[in-house]
């Protein structure tokens, strides 16, 4: 059965002005359920709104049809394709394990060993040594529990990043323009990371600028460059979960759902290197087209697992 849902042209048009202003989308529903809107009702609005500007479905005007599934209580669907493989244009990526609850998956043959190679040759002579963001200021300061060292490629810098880009945003299923450029991070041995979120939390003015431009950060691939001798592992405190790096295999997470609810599990780090090296790329997906603070295209955000 379908039901009609009805809500005036006013709340579209606030939806719209917000959503374009960055607002985030679990604050809208807040301000609608807080308007005494049936959160089901709200929740399926919003929905239909956030899927028309994905391109998924026509903007509605002043009313929704809906089945009455839509207005139960279940869970988002991942953004991540069901399916045991995901053909890309130039690659086919095998999925090895994943869970729904959170979202998180394992995945293998994503770069070649030769591809994985050239990466690092040509992130090797541009590492600099990692920072993390302060909460309270948004300014970059190396920290004793990030030992790493990293750097940025803009979004497309030359053909062989290009085709990565487009690969990557294929697994991670949204377009190559709402990806962050690829961050390439060097753990030597005794490195570490503690744990960490990869969402922006609005909490300093850079952050909060960050997210007006191009939206929350909604997933994130880690990529591993190499075979790591002993240690490195990226680990999931939450979840109790980690994953041996592998050359070309990743870790796959989201963290941000259509309504634009953030998950907590998803804190994540690396275990320390115990014996070799550890290198990893690391791809972060926005809700809308990246914007970057300046003409380089780095946030100035460093950060990894």
Same mark, same amino acid.
């Given at each position: 059965?379908?039901?009609?849902?009805?809500?005036?042209?006013?709340?579209?048009?606030?939806?719209?002005?917000?959503? *374009?202003?960055?607002?985030? @989308?679990?604050?809208?529903?807040?301000?609608?359920?807080? /308007?005494?809107?049936?959160? &089901?009702?709200?929740?399926?609005?919003?929905?239909?709104?956030?899927?028309?500007?994905?391109?998924?479905?026509?903007?509605?005007?002043?009313?929704?049809?809906? *089945?009455?599934?839509?207005?139960?209580?279940?869970? @988002?669907?991942?953004?991540?394709?069901?399916?045991?493989?995901?053909?890309?244009? !130039?690659?086919?990526?095998?999925?090895?394990?994943?869970?729904?609850?959170?979202?998180?998956?394992?995945?293998?043959?994503?770069?070649?060993?030769?591809?994985?190679?050239?990466?690092?040759?040509?992130?090797?002579?541009?590492? &600099? @040594?990692? %920072?993390?963001? !302060?909460?309270?200021?948004? &300014? !970059?300061?190396?920290?004793?529990?990030?030992?790493?060292?990293?750097?940025?490629?803009?979004?497309?810098?030359?053909?062989?990043?290009?085709?990565?880009? &487009?690969?990557?945003?294929?697994?991670?299923?949204?377009?190559? /323009?709402?990806?962050?450029?690829?961050?390439?991070?060097?753990?030597?041995?005794?490195?570490?990371?503690?744990?960490?979120?990869?969402?922006?939390?609005?909490?300093?003015?850079?952050?909060?600028?960050?997210?007006?431009?191009?939206?929350?950060?909604?997933?994130?691939?880690?990529?591993?460059?190499?075979?790591?001798?002993?240690?490195?592992?990226?680990?999931?405190?939450?979840?109790?979960?980690?994953?041996?790096?592998?050359?070309?295999?990743? %870790?796959?997470?989201?963290?941000?759902?259509?309504?634009?609810?953030?998950?907590?599990?998803?804190?994540?780090?690396?275990?320390?290197?115990?014996?070799?090296?550890?290198?990893?790329? %690391?791809?972060?997906?926005?809700?809308?087209?990246?914007?970057?603070? !300046?003409? /380089?295209?780095?946030?100035?955000?460093?950060?990894?697992?």
């Amino acid at each position: 059965m379908s039901t009609v849902v009805h809500f005036s042209p006013e709340l579209g048009s606030w939806l719209t002005q917000r959503l *374009d202003q960055g607002q985030p @989308p679990i604050q809208l529903l807040e301000t609608m359920v807080a /308007e005494r809107m049936d959160p &089901r009702v709200a929740g399926a609005i919003l929905d239909a709104f956030l899927s028309a500007r994905r391109g998924a479905g026509p903007l509605p005007i002043d009313s929704l049809l809906l *089945d009455d599934s839509a207005l139960g209580a279940s869970p @988002p669907k991942p953004r991540i394709l069901a399916g045991a493989r995901i053909a890309t244009a !130039d690659r086919t990526v095998q999925v090895l394990a994943r869970a729904e609850n959170p979202t998180l998956a394992l995945l293998g043959d994503l770069l070649s060993a030769e591809e994985a190679a050239h990466l690092i040759a040509l992130a090797r002579p541009r590492l &600099r @040594p990692s %920072t993390v963001v !302060d909460p309270k200021t948004g &300014r !970059d300061q190396v920290e004793a529990h990030r030992t790493s060292l990293g750097m940025f490629f803009r979004l497309r810098e030359n053909a062989f990043i290009a085709r990565l880009d &487009r690969r990557i945003s294929e697994v991670m299923n949204l377009p190559v /323009e709402h990806g962050e450029g690829f961050q390439v991070l060097h753990y030597p041995e005794g490195a570490l990371n503690a744990p960490h979120f990869d969402y922006l939390v609005p909490s300093n003015d850079s952050n909060r600028a960050s997210i007006a431009r191009s939206g929350q950060r909604v997933s994130t691939l880690l990529i591993y460059l190499n075979d790591v001798e002993a240690g490195g592992e990226t680990i999931f405190p939450n979840l109790g979960w980690s994953a041996t790096p592998k050359l070309g295999n990743g %870790t796959y997470f989201e963290y941000e759902n259509e309504r634009g609810e953030l998950d907590e599990r998803s804190l994540h780090g690396s275990n320390p290197v115990v014996h070799g090296d550890k290198w990893v790329a %690391t791809k972060w997906m926005r809700e809308r087209r990246f914007v970057s603070a !300046d003409a /380089e295209g780095a946030e100035g955000m460093i950060r990894g697992s």
